[in-house]
């Protein structure tokens, strides 16, 4: 098998609390992208993608602790921390943060902060990274003239293409977009989509896209991954996820997504909320909100298994041969 | 007088409201003309008992301050209002008081509508004591009936409790609950769901799905066209203050006539993956209400636009391929 662009593998990440005790965000997150693969990450508020996403960047806050490998062309850029995180950050991974679009400095013109990664990654100086700003702002829908401009100049669309054009200063071969359209209006989401996909193929960049929106990984991405509780519930392509799914949260997910084309049916809630992290979860961390837990499930804890052709589920149901509905 | 069966509870015609805008202090030195943001543009609509409609439109729209003028929260400068018959435009403060019992309000944040040193039982209580309503004791049974309807059952559980305590859904069903406490026959509902997670969305909307079956009145405002679709017994489309495409929501939804709705439509994400059709993709960003083109105000990002959208603002009638005679949209090219 060849090796993957970027594999995690058994990723773990506890914080420490400041009243004492530790919250475990992220709970043994593994999956895999390919160049050029267009990767969703999935789930809701709190359950661990934006931490897994800062720790492939090596950017977690000091009280954080992280086990397990993130695997950069098979080589652990985790082994020694910072040492082996460093050399590939901006350079081989680059993020595109929540909110990104608001955090440029408001006293600095937006083509001098596109180009400052490139001095400091000694990617290029003076005029060449003039003109590579130039062509970068020119890739992401922005005139080249704008480099002069300040950040308020801009529109909030604009400034996200701006900050995605600063993501990919150091031409990365990994983009991690986090909620990349979650404040922009449903035209100008579109637009930044259409961006991502086209910089996706042409730099055969691979992209995840950290999102709490189905849709929009529905209509952007190859395969995504489910997150819950700061697990893996499912991955898979995204069809599968879809029309197929062997987790009864993709399942719920989905049916409490609204859709135009479903007429005016209610759509399904989920009922209760996701467990707490700073305690030890017993069992499958869904379990009080499924409908289809069974025994199994509020004891033993079920592990992430193959169930198809690059889809894989931690769910009791699919070790267990279901009676045929009808005999 | 409060009942009257056949006409709508909330009629409202030709609704303007602007705003100033600074022109800085070079501007006024330069005594550039001063400067007006036309929020609301021309806006007409009726809602009846028991009706859910959705104002849907992107950010800078209007749909949220067409809301508040209906609400009198922001003063128009044109137009008429009516509410139950009454017209509300050039009421005083304390006329409209009894009129705002009567109508109420659901904020998008539940994180900063609920005032964190208040218990849930004292914030839903607090409009019965501002209208002066009832004995303690029977303030006491309003709170918990309120909870109950917003789904906080049983309301022993909630009404001692502070927000912090409380999830962004719960949070949002306490909002819900102090707007219900009155007996609001109109409730304006502004992005209710939009910062809560996906899984305790449905269950806030179908509080508002249940009260509107009881024959409340539901103005809600939201960009989430999906939802307006699953919710709304009829939805209008606005587009730089004015509402350019109205009608029961099926019909818009199926067959939306004008080309703004169609390209929005477009755009919203499905969630089938196969279901990749071709976005159509608007260049360019909402022009600002400043300014605003002359003609169709639609007409410089209008794939269909001809030289006559130039000079003509249109105005809503029904277009010819409409199903529905209660279809209607701003547009001379359909």
Redesign the interface.
Known sequence: MTTPLLALEDLNVWFELPGGGELHAVRGVSFDLEAGERFGLVGESGCGKTTAMLSIMGLLPPNATVAGEVRLDGENILARGEETVSPHRWDDIAMVFQGAMNAFNPVQTVGSQIEEPMHLHGVAEGKVARRQTEELLERVGIPKDRADRFPHEFSGGMRQRAAIAMALACEPKILLADEPTTALDVMVQAQILELLVSLASDFNLALILVTHDLPVVAQVCDRAAVMYAGEVAESASIDALFHTPKHPYTRLLFAATPDLRAGGDRVASIPGAPPRLDKPIVGCPFQPRCDSAFAPCATETPLLKNVGERHVAACHLNDHVREPATA | MSTNGSKPLLEVEDLVASYPVGRGLIGAAKREPKLEVHAVDGVSFALNRGEMLALVG??GCGKTSTAQSVLRLIETSRGSIRFDGQEITGLSSKDLRPLRRRMQIVYQDPYESLDPRFRVGATIEEPLQVHGIGSKDERREEVKRALELAGLTPPELYIDRYPHEL?G?QRQRVAIAASLVLHPELLVADEPVSML???????I??IL?DLRDNGLAVLMIT?????A???ADRIAVMYLGRIVEEGP??EV?ENPQHPYTR???S??????????GT?Q???G??PNSIHIPAGCRFNPRCPMAIAECKTVDPELRRPAASRDPEHLAACIRV
Do not use: F, N, Q, W
């Open positions: 992107e950010s999830s859904g997670d996906v899984s305790v969305r449905a269950g909307l179908s799905d960009h989430d066209l999906s939802t679709a699953h919710y929501t099926r939804i390209a929005l439509l755009v919203v994400p499905k969630r089938d993956p196969r279901d990749r976005p993709i608007l260049r960003e909402t």
